[in-house]
């Protein structure tokens, strides 16, 4: 890969900051969530692990190497599974531990340790490894770029069939989230055309996206359920195209920020929630962020929780992970 094409691929850097921010947000439930933050989840929710599935299949083809089929995917089990397992037992074992003196959201038993082999139990959050892993098993066997597009045809089949499959695994959620991937994958190889389009059409696309979330969260009867069909693919769209004018505005501090984020965000979504919840037990021992009345008190709580859902991650691959070799070996780090 040329040095053009790498540059190139800031914009993905960014976006997937981004993503990784509203992850953090999303993942935030609190009980008393006034309705404002439920409608801004509801949003979130109706594009953001579409656009993470877009990013990885972008990168992945961008930086495809000739390698054998099985070097390939020992590089991704270090990658994706051993961080999957070591976290999932840290998750575990913190769950178990403070059970009995915090609320423990999704409760776990010792029989956890086994379950992780083949569900999320840890955390629910944890299906995207599974999901990411089955795209990078399956990806490869579509090695010509006529083949790739057959690839997406098949994703985009088993997306719109009414069919469901075993959540054992997690391939069922890797049924659903294949057609993102795979759109990647033909958007690189097709990244003439792609980025044609993104350039012509981001006026339109935007507005496009605006008026599908605000169908879909008013709940109003518009096209029956194309309008939710449609929405993460204008999701994608509108985030990539904002991320590629903030890669031609680079010295702007909110551009900065997301480039710092971006080499943290496995980490991060490896950690997020075990740090927000740290930090959601504390703040909820202090009584003025107790009164679920207070919509003040409900937004800088939030704030914090947040914050520390990103920074925290960020300072432990910063200053522990990536330091020794052996914690590089547990979370996949180089």
Not at 154 to 176: G, N, V, W
Not at 210 to 230: C, D, K
Not at 246 to 259: D, M, P
Request: aromatic content about 16%.
């Amino acid at each position: 890969m040329n040095n053009k094409t790498k540059n190139r691929l800031i914009n993905f850097d960014i976006a997937k900051a981004i993503c990784m921010i509203l992850v953090v947000i999303g993942h935030y439930i609190p009980e008393n969530a006034p309705s404002w933050y439920v409608m801004n989840r509801e949003f979130i929710y109706t594009f953001h692990m579409p656009l993470f599935m877009f990013a990885s299949g972008f990168i992945y083809i961008a930086f495809k190497k000739d390698e054998s089929y099985g070097h390939f995917l020992m590089k991704k089990v270090k990658r994706l599974m051993i961080p999957y397992i070591v976290t999932s037992l840290i998750i575990v074992t913190i769950k178990l531990l403070t059970e009995k003196n915090a609320y423990v959201e999704n409760p776990v038993t010792v029989l956890s340790y086994i379950k992780v082999l083949y569900s999320p139990v840890a955390g629910y959050f944890l299906w995207f490894i599974w999901a990411l892993w089955w795209m990078f098993v399956i990806a490869p066997i579509f090695r010509s770029k006529r083949l790739r597009i057959t690839g997406f045809a098949i994703a985009l089949l088993l997306h719109y069939m009414p069919i469901s499959i075993t959540t054992l695994f997690c391939l069922e959620q890797a049924r659903i989230m294949m057609v993102y991937f795979f759109l990647g994958i033909v958007a690189y190889d097709y990244r003439e055309v792609y980025i044609g389009y993104t350039k012509k059409l981001a006026i339109p696309v935007i507005l496009l996206f605006a008026g599908g979330e605000y169908v879909f969260l008013e709940h109003l009867s518009v096209l029956g359920g194309a309008i939710e069909n449609m929405i993460p693919y204008l999701g994608i769209a509108t985030v990539m195209y904002i991320s590629t004018l903030l890669e031609h505005h680079q010295t702007l501090v909110f551009s900065k920020v997301l480039c710092s984020i971006a080499p943290s965000t496995y980490i991060i979504y490896l950690f997020h929630t075990t740090f927000e919840g740290f930090t959601k037990a504390v703040i909820h021992k202090i009584p003025a962020f107790c009164d679920t009345s207070s919509e003040v008190m409900f937004t800088l709580g939030a704030v914090v929780v947040v914050f520390i859902g990103i920074v925290g991650p960020i300072a432990l691959h910063k200053y522990v992970l990536s330091r020794f070799k052996i914690t590089r070996f547990m979370f996949g780090l180089k």
